[in-house]
């Protein structure tokens, strides 16, 4: 019987021990997968939604910890735009707001009606690739709402929905560049600031550089430092920070939240899982004492019993892993689309977080076989044989 064989055969002799360790395993690593792969695609939404712009870099307050409550004075912007290599400046309030029962709030974008995103926005609606028309610079109370929200919210254009008390007609329904714009709307800057009671006041600046310059280092720093080091007219500094998209999004407080939150609750499983698989072969091996003893006495080397019972501990986390990722993948498409969650949660999982979790379930087959096999491994043959 090849070495191999003998392995499956040994995790198969007590099948209702090995399937309850296997399922332990796949709990544990269809929460990993599940969790990274949750923050994870809300990484990768920001980002989308930040490249599909054109956004080169983005403007905010220095040292704050949460982008979200950053605010700016919007008269900086002349002077963004004056500083050599930019081509465009776009100043954005950004807040979050409750529409009808909605527990986790959607986020409302204010633009000028010039700005590139906007009209975009508002050219694709108009091209047919949404409902409704895009915003108009003398619109007043109106605004665009992205697919996924419309269809929570059952809008279309020509409804009206209440924000902050007031009323807005819904102009149109866009089609975003990523799923977390598509949960959003957007209005007219200075509409949102009055609501907001933030008059002249914005949250960032997107800054667009001109052609040729984006993939360029050393000049992208070299504007980076030219904004950083802008100062009013009284000689003292804005106190700027100025990112690239990847800066951005690896700085954002809510995704590093995500992303700890997700590896904390993923370590207390994988603990879990590896507690449970320990047990599983530390009573294996001292059922097996006297078989062990024998393989022993007819020449098996301590390095082969130690292989044999790692072999089983890989091949039940293995086993494991394939089930866990393949629930993952099923709960995560499951609750992507479920209202509450549609917009924030993608419906696939990156290849990167899978292999994380097969990696993660190796790593908890070598945790959990690990001392069984070196007291396997250390057993004397004659002690072993007179073992009952």
Known sequence: MRFIQFIGKNVLRRKVRSTLTGIGVAVAISAVVALLGVASGFEQSSREMLTGRGVDLIVK????????????????????????????????????VKLNDDPLGIRLEGLPPESPTLQELSQRIDAGHGQGRGLTPSDRNCVLLGTILARNLNKKPGDTVEIEGQKFKVAGIYQGASILENRGAVAHLDELQKLMDRAGQVSEFEIMLKPGLAGNEAAVDRVRTDIQNLTGLDGKPYHLSAMTTEQYVDNDNGIKLAGAMAWMTSSIALVIGAIGMLNTMIMSVLERTQEIGILRAIGWRKARVMRMILGESFALSLGGAVVGTGLALFLTAVVSRLPAAEGLVRPDVSFRVIVTGFLLSLVLGLVGGAYPAIRGARLAPTEALRYE
Request: proline share 8%; hydrophobic share 30%.
């Open 61 to 96: 307050r220095a040292g704050s910890g949460d982008f979200d409550t950053t605010r700016l004075d919007e008269s900086i912007g002349p002077q963004l735009a004056a500083v050599p290599g930019v081509s465009q400046v776009t100043p954005e309030l950004d807040d979050t």
